[in-house]
C-alpha cells in the first residue's frame, strides 16, 4: 500500500525498516520531525541529545557495539558534530551508521545555507541524496548497506523541500532479526584508538576506500542515466531532479542518487552521447567542481543561481536566459498592481510570551545584550529591538564575556534559551566562571525547545520518548561551577526582573539570572490563559504599552478627545492575560487579571 | 489526467496546513499521483502559511512557480492577495471573507487592503474569484474553527471528477474523531454556499 510520507517521516520509517536500533538527534528544522516520527516505534531506542556532538557520539557508539545506528541534524548541527564526523570516518564501525543532515536552501529557519556535500569530501564520506520520500527512505536503509560494506559513516543529506514535502511512499516490513543474547563488544585497538601511529595507518585505508566507493558508484542503481533529446544533458540530484524533469521533459538526465563520490566512467560516458552538458544542483557548485576537476566540460552555476532554493519557475527562467529554452516557454503571469505593498506577516514573540518581560528591562537598563539562538532571537525586532548578536547557539555567554573583558561604557548581559544553554552554552558559562569576568547571563526557562516546535530537553524532566527523567536545575549548574550570584525570577514580574538585573549589574564578579515562566503555549500555560481589557477611560493614547510590542495590543478607533491620538484595545482572542502591558501602563488603564475577575463577578 | 495544481494560504493557527492534508489525501483516494509541499512557520502564532498540493499522473515538483496554480485556497484575504500572482491567469480562487490583521496594521503603521481593493486585485488574476462567508458559516454549525473545511466544501465544487463521498471520507479520516460530523456539514455548508451564488 501506498502512503503519503513526508521525507522526514519516510525517513524515520527507513530507519525503522532497515533495523536501526539506537537513533539520537538534537532538533532544529527542517530535520525535528525525523526523530519526533521514530519515537514512535518501541522497537528503535531514540533520543534527544544536548547538542548534535552528543548524539552523533551515541550513534557511533551504537555502531561500535554492532548495532545499526542513525543521528540526525540540521545543517549547522553538523558544524557542532563535525570532530566526531570525521573521526567516525577514520575509525569505521562495526555495524552501518548513517548520519542525516537537514540542508536548509533559503534559509527558511537558519543562519546561512551551507552546502553539506562539502562535508562528505572533506571527511572522505559517501554521501546520498533523495528527490522524494520514496527515496528517502529506501535511502536509508542503502546507506546502512554501503556503511557495513565499505566501513564508513554515510551521509544522507536531505533539503527542507524534501524533508517538508509529501509523496507516495511504499511501506515495507522491519527486517531484522531481534537478537537472542548480548553480542560481544568486538576490541580493536589499532582500528578504534586514533592516536597518531594508529591513525597513520588510518588514514590511507579511508583514501582507498573512496576509490572503491567510486568504483561502486559506476553501477549504483541510484545513479540513474534517463536517455532523452541528446542536444542536452542533465546531471543533477536530489529536488532538482523534479524540477529539472518538469522544465525539460526531452532533455537527457544523469540523475545521482550518490553525490560523493561520483562515478567517473558513467559522468565521462554520459558526456559524450549528449551536446551540451549541464549540472542543475541546488547552493554549491558541488557536482559541476567534480565533473570539471574531470577534465570534462560542464556548465552549471554560470547558468543556475547559487543562492536560495530553487522551484520550476527558477529553473526554467535561468533556462531562457542562457538560451537553452526558447522565451515562449515561459508561464503567462500576472502579477497585480498594488496601489500600497502588502503588509507583512514576519514572526514575532507571541502574545503574552515570558521572554517579552526581560527584553522590556534589558531595554529600559539601556543594555547591550549578546542573544543567542531560539524564540527570544525575535527580540531584535522592533518595538523592542532589544537583543544585539545571534551568531550560532551558544554564542552569547561567550560573546559577552569576551565584550566583558575588552570592556565597553555601557552595560551588557548574555541572554540564552534554556535548550540552548544545554546546548553550548554549559562550557561557555563555566569558561564565565574561571575565567571570572563581570558577565551576566541570563537564562531563559520556558520549560521547553519552544522555537522548533516544543521539544523536551534536560530542563523539562521529560524524555524524547515521554518518560520522567531527572530535570536538572540550572541554579544548580550555575552555583556548581562556582558563581554565587543567583537569580530566580518571574518574567511576568517586571519588577523583581529589573531588582534582579541591577544587583548583577552593580556588583562584581559573575551571576545568573534564571527566568523561569513557560512558554505561553504549552497545555500547562494555555490553561490560564485570560484576555485582559483597557479601561478606555483612563487610556489616553500615550502609546507606551505599543511599545511592548505584545500582537494582542492593538490602536483602538477611540481617539483621545486632548491627544487625538488612537487609545489602545485588547484583542481578546489573542490576549493570553501575562499582564506585563498593564505593568508598563503609567495610568493603569490596563486592568490586571484579579481586577477583570472583580469586575466580572460584580456583573 | 490533466495535472493540478492547488495553493492553500493562511495565517498560522487557522488550519490551512490541516486542509492542504486533506486536499492531497482527496487527491490520492481519487487515485492520482500526489506531492504536497508547505513552509513551516516557526512555533510563534500568527505568521503567513503557504502549502501546494499536486495532483496528476505522475507529479515530479513539489513545487510550482508563479501563474502556474489552477486553484487558490485562501483562508484569509490578505494572504489571497499576497500569493494571487502564483494562480494562472482565469485560475479560480476560493477565499476565506475574512480578514486578520497583521502587527503593523494593528499597531497602526499599515493599512489593511479594503473590499474593493481586495476585489480589484484579484479580479487583475481571475475573475473566477469567490468569496466564501467561511467564518459566518462554520460559526452557523456551532465552531468557528470549521471555517477551513467550508471551504474546501465550496472549492470541491469546481472538481467535478471526485465525487463528494471522497473529500467526506478524507475529512473523517483527518479530523478529530469529535468533529467528524461538524467537519461533514461544514463540507456541506460550503458547497451550498457556493451554488447558491
Ligand atoms: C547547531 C544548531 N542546532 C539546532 C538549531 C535549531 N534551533 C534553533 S533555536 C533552537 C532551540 C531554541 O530553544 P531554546 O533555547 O529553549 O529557546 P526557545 O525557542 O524555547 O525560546 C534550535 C534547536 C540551530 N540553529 N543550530
Ligand atoms: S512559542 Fe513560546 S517561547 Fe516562542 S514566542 Fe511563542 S510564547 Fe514565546
Ligand atoms: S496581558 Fe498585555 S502583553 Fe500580555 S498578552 Fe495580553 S495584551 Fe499582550
Redesign the pocket.
Known amino acids: 500500500m501506498k502512503v503519503l510520507l513526508s521525507g522526514n517521516e519516510a525517513v524515520a520509517r527507513g530507519a525503522y525498516e532497515s533495523g536501526v536500533r539506537v537513533a539520537a538527534a538534537?532538533?532544529?528544522?527542517p530535520s525535528?520531525e525525523i526523530l519526533e516520527t521514530l519515537a514512535q516505534y518501541d522497537e528503535v531506542y531514540s533520543e534527544w541529545a544536548p547538542?548534535?556532538k552528543v548524539a552523533l557520539d551515541v550513534a557511533i557508539g551504537a555502531a561500535y557495539a554492532g548495532s545499526r545506528s542513525m543521528a540526525v541534524?540540521?545543517h549547522?548541527?553538523l558544524?557542532?558534530a563535525a570532530d566526531a564526523f570525521f573521526y567516525a570516518s577514520m575509525t569505521g564501525l562495526e555495524a552501518g551508521l548513517v548520519v542525516v543532515s537537514a540542508d536548509d536552501p533559503f534559509m527558511h529557519?537558519?543562519?546561512n545555507e551551507q552546502d553539506n556535500r562539502r562535508y562528505a569530501k572533506f571527511a572522505r564520506v559517501p554521501c546520498l541524496e533523495p528527490s522524494d520520500s520514496q527515496e528517502a527512505k529506501d535511502l536509508v536503509g542503502v546507506a546502512l548497506d554501503i556503511s557495513e560494506q565499505f566501513d564508513s559513516p554515510v551521509l544522507l543529506r536531505l533539503t527542507t523541500r524534501i524533508s517538508h514535502s509529501d509523496t507516495l511512499v511504499e511501506l515495507g516490513e522491519r527486517q531484522v532479526e531481534e537478537p537472542t543474547e548480548l553480542p560481544e563488544y568486538r576490541i580493536d585497538r589499532v582500528k578504534y584508538v586514533m592516536v597518531p601511529g594508529n591513525a597513520r595507518r588510518r588514514h590511507p585505508v579511508i583514501e582507498e576506500r573512496i576509490e572503491k566507493l567510486k568504483e561502486f558508484a559506476e553501477t549504483f542503481p541510484y545513479n540513474k542515466v534517463e536517455m532523452g533529446d541528446t542536444s542536452l544533458g542533465i546531471v543533477t540530484d536530489g529536488v532538482a531532479y523534479q524540477y529539472a524533469r518538469e522544465v525539460f521533459p526531452e532533455a537527457s538526465f544523469l540523475k545521482l542518487g550518490m553525490t560523493y563520490p561520483l562515478p567517473p566512467e558513467m559522468i565521462r560516458d554520459f558526456a559524450s552521447k549528449v551536446d551540451r552538458l549541464i549540472v542543475i544542483e541546488e547552493l554549491d557548485p558541488f557536482i559541476e567542481e567534480e565533473i570539471r576537476l574531470m577534465g570534462i566540460a560542464v556548465e552549471g552555476k554560470n547558468i543556475f543561481p547559487m543562492i536560495g532554493e530553487f522551484n520550476p519557475q527558477i529553473v526554467r527562467q535561468s533556462a531562457i536566459k542562457a538560451g537553452l529554452l526558447p522565451p515562449s516557454a515561459a508561464m503567462e503571469v500576472k502579477q497585480p498592481e498594488l496601489e500600497t505593498p502588502l503588509p507583512l506577516r514576519p514572526p514575532i514573540l507571541c502574545p503574552g510570551c515570558p521572554?517579552r518581560g526581560v527584553f522590556l528591562m534589558t531595554k529600559k537598563l539601556k543594555m547591550v545584550v549578546n542573544g543567542?539562538?531560539?524564540?527570544?532571537?525575535l527580540a531584535f525586532l522592533p518595538p523592542l529591538s532589544a537583543l544585539h548578536t545571534c551568531g550560532?547557539?551558544g554564542a552569547s555567554i561567550g560573546q559577552a564575556h569576551g565584550v566583558s573583558k575588552a570592556g565597553i561604557a555601557q552595560k551588557h548581559a548574555a541572554v540564552?534559551?534554556?535548550?540552548?544553554?544545554f546546548?553550548?552554552g554549559l562550557p561557555a558559562l563555566l569558561n564565565v566562571a574561571y575565567n571570572k569576568s563581570d558577565t551576566v547571563v541570563i537564562i531563559?526557562d520556558?520549560r521547553?525547545?519552544?522555537?522548533?516546535g516544543?521539544?523536551q530537553?534536560p530542563g523539562t524532566g521529560m524524555t524524547l520518548k515521554g518518560e520522567p527523567t531527572k530535570a536538572v536545575e540550572f541554579e544548580d549548574v550555575a552555583r556548581a561551577f562556582g558563581i554565587d550570584r543567583v537569580h530566580t525570577v518571574d518574567p511576568y514580574n517586571l519588577k523583581e526582573v529589573e531588582g534582579a538585573l541591577r544587583d548583577c549589574l552593580e556588583a562584581e564578579g559573575p551571576a545568573v539570572i534564571v527566568s523561569r515562566r513557560e512558554?505561553a503555549l504549552l497545555p500547562q500555560a494555555r490553561k490560564l490563559w485570560m484576555s485582559l481589557r483597557v479601561n478606555e477611560e483612563r487610556c489616553n493614547g500615550c502609546g507606551l504599552c505599543f511599545e511592548v510590542g505584545c500582537p494582542a495590543i492593538v490602536k483602538s478607533e477611540q481617539l483621545d478627545a486632548k491627544t487625538g491620538r488612537a487609545k489602545a484595545r485588547i484583542d481578546p482572542l489573542l490576549c493570553t492575560g501575562c499582564e506585563i502591558c498593564a505593568q508598563v501602563c503609567a495610568r493603569k488603564a490596563i486592568l490586571f487579571r484579579e481586577e477583570m475577575i472583580k469586575e466580572g463577578e460584580s456583573a | 489526467m490533466k495535472t493540478m495544481n492547488f495553493l492553500v494560504t493562511g495565517v498560522g493557527g487557522q488550519g490551512a496546513l490541516l486542509a492542504s492534508g486533506i486536499l492531497a489525501d482527496v487527491g490520492v483516494k481519487a487515485g492520482y499521483d500526489v506531492k504536497k509541499s508547505e513552509v513551516h512557520g516557526m512555533?510563534q502564532r500568527g505568521g503567513s502559511v503557504t502549502s501546494t498540493v499536486r495532483w496528476g499522473e505522475k507529479v515530479y515538483s513539489p513545487l510550482i512557480g508563479q501563474g502556474e496554480a489552477d486553484y487558490l485556497l485562501a483562508l484569509e484575504k490578505l494572504e489571497a492577495l499576497r500569493y494571487v500572482g502564483m494562480l494562472r491567469p482565469g485560475g479560480i480562487a476560493v477565499v476565506g471573507d475574512l480578514g486578520i490583521p497583521p502587527l503593523s496594521v494593528s499597531s497602526g503603521n499599515d493599512v489593511y487592503p479594503g473590499d474593493e481593493e481586495v476585489r480589484r486585485v484579484l479580479s487583475e488574476v481571475t475573475d473566477d474569484y469567490h468569496f466564501i462567508p467561511s467564518i459566518r458559516l462554520a460559526e452557523e454549525l456551532g465552531n468557528a474553527r470549521a471555517h477551513n473545511v467550508v471551504l474546501l466544501g465550496a472549492l470541491s465544487t469546481f472538481i467535478e471528477d471526485v465525487p463528494p463521498e471522497v473529500w467526506l471520507q478524507s475529512i473523517a479520516e483527518r479530523v478529530p474523531k469529535k468533529f467528524v460530523e461538524l467537519n461533514k456539514r461544514a463540507f456541506q455548508a460550503g458547497r451550498e454556499a457556493r451554488s447558491s451564488r
Open positions: 538534537y532538533p532544529g528544522t525535528t547538542n548534535e541534524m540540521k549547522v548541527g558544524n557542532v529557519s537558519s543562519q521572554h543567542d539562538i531560539g524564540c527570544y532571537t550560532c547557539m540564552i534559551g534554556d535548550s540552548t544553554f546546548h553550548t531563559l520556558n521547553t525547545t519552544a522555537m522548533t516544543h521539544q530537553h512558554c | 512555533a
